[in-house]
């Protein structure tokens, strides 16, 4: 019996993206593969090891019945539950059927809709069972990953930043969109992790990390309509890959047109 941790990755409703990170982390992998036992990773193997586990890496959000039976099971057999990317955080792009009717999308999307076995709304992890660490981004930055599994090998909280993408803007130089150019951009509002990528490329921000610690997306929203943002776009700039996220979640609702005027 191996006397490392066990480590197990598990997939509910999600693109795999998140998966893949840790895939793609390739050298630093085999480094983890050395210091850890991957009990189930069905992305990388079919092999897997009966629980309990030590820690749990949780991608997807939960949308169906089974999905909410399997997160239940996966959290009592895990030591640490540790949550990655925006579908298992906020419920991802999938949660955007939480602001319709799911039988209204399945009528015009299936032509047997009654065969569909899904939930009413798309669910962060959190909302169903104890999670003890959320790892943001749509997908999540393989150096925060790499940075979790590290800490957890050493008995230390991660060190993970709770500011907003601005910050990784200034340490890159970068020109404030929002400011120079009157251009949308959620960096205010955005907790950091992608280095600032879309705005370095020219291109304002659009969440993917979810919202910073005390986004304050009342006074964002505010000055985007002064610069001519309309209601509509506003509210469809906060609904995305973290449109379940509650401080997201709110604002792109207080910017809906009311039904009359849909």
């Not at 949308?63 to 991802?92: H, M, N």
């Not at 939480?98 to 015009?108: D, I, M, P, Y």
């Not at 992608?194 to 979810?210: I, Q």
Request: net charge negative; with cysteine.
């Amino acid at each position: 019996m191996s006397a490392r941790p066990t480590l197990a990755v598990w997939k509910l409703a999600s693109c795999d993206g998140c998966q893949l990170t840790l895939l793609d982390c390739e050298d630093e992998l085999l480094a983890v593969a050395e210091h850890v036992e991957i009990a189930h990773f069905t992305e990388m193997s079919s092999a897997s090891v009966d629980g309990p586990y030590d820690v749990s890496l949780v991608e997807g959000s939960v949308t169906t019945a089974a999905d909410r039976e399997r997160i239940l099971a996966i959290r009592e057999a895990s030591g640490l539950l540790v949550t990655i990317g925006a579908c298992a955080a906020a419920g991802g792009i999938q949660a955007l059927r939480n602001f319709t009717s799911v039988a209204e999308l399945a009528r015009g999307v299936y032509a047997h809709p009654e065969y569909l076995d899904t939930l009413e709304t798309s669910s962060a992890i959190a909302d169903h069972v104890g999670v003890d660490l959320e790892l943001h981004g749509c997908p999540i930055d393989r150096h925060q990953l790499l940075e979790v599994i590290s800490a957890l090998l050493a008995g230390r909280r991660p060190v993970l930043p709770s500011y907003s993408v601005c910050q990784e803007c200034k340490q890159r130089a970068s020109v404030c969109l929002l400011v120079a150019r009157g251009r949308a951009c959620l960096g205010p509002v955005t907790r950091a992790g992608c280095g600032a990528l879309c705005p370095s490329l020219d291109r304002g921000c659009f969440g993917c990390f979810g919202p910073a610690e005390s986004a304050n997306t009342v006074s964002l929203a505010r000055r985007l309509a002064a610069d001519g943002t309309s209601q509509a776009q506003l509210s469809r700039l906060f609904r995305t890959f973290n449109a379940g996220a509650p401080a997201f979640r709110k604002e792109s609702v207080a910017h809906d047109a009311p039904p009359a005027e849909r």
